[in-house]
């Protein structure tokens, strides 16, 4: 069916598993499954980018990701942030203010355009942030909409 994809690739840890798959789903030259929207490539390079710039403290890299127009919203859909540049903002206030920040990937799903990221936050905090993200990848391979779960 145009405009959808049944492939659903999750990692856990280090290892990588398609489940679903269907013709629209292809093996790039590093073996990596490639996900395919109207038989074109859905990049999540975009996913990776903002997580080393999250560990980096490059909020210029990080919101980069983004699309200029992104929504970042809470689970029950209350907009935290809106658009690149208070993503860019934002984030840098946080690198500023908490420098032993870091992020984990414990583990990862992808459904279609959808990712969704089961994350440890270190350095804030005694207990750090154990949270879900999911992250909406746009036909442009960029970060569109996010919406967090704590």
């Known amino acids: 069916m145009p405009g959808t994809t049944n492939a659903i690739e999750s990692t856990a840890g ?7 798959c269907d013709s629209r789903m292809t093996r790039g030259a590093s073996s990596v499954p490639v996900l395919m929207h109207d038989n074109l ?4 390079d975009a ?7 999250y560990n980096t403290h490059d909020a ?3 919101a980069a990701s983004f699309t200029e127009d992104v929504v970042i919203e809470d ?13 860019r903002s934002r984030y840098a206030e946080l690198f500023a203010a908490q420098p032993d920040r870091q ?9 279609g355009s959808y990712v969704v990221d089961e994350e440890r936050i270190t350095g804030v905090g005694d207990e750090g942030i154990h949270a879900l993200a ?3 990848i746009d036909a442009d391979g960029l970060i569109d909409r996010v919406r967090f779960v704590r």
Not at 41 to 44: A, G, H, M, T
């Open 41 to 44: 490539p859905v990049s999540f």
């Open 134 to 136: 999911i992250y909406r």
């Open 60 to 62: 210029n890299a990080f």
């Open 75 to 87: 689970l029950d859909g209350a907009v935290l942030m809106r658009g690149r540049d208070e993503v």
């Open 47 to 53: 996913i990776e980018r903002q997580l080393q710039a």
């Open 14 to 20: 280090s290892a990588t598993r398609a489940v679903g």
């Open 103 to 111: 992020a984990e990937i414990v583990s990862r799903m992808r459904v």
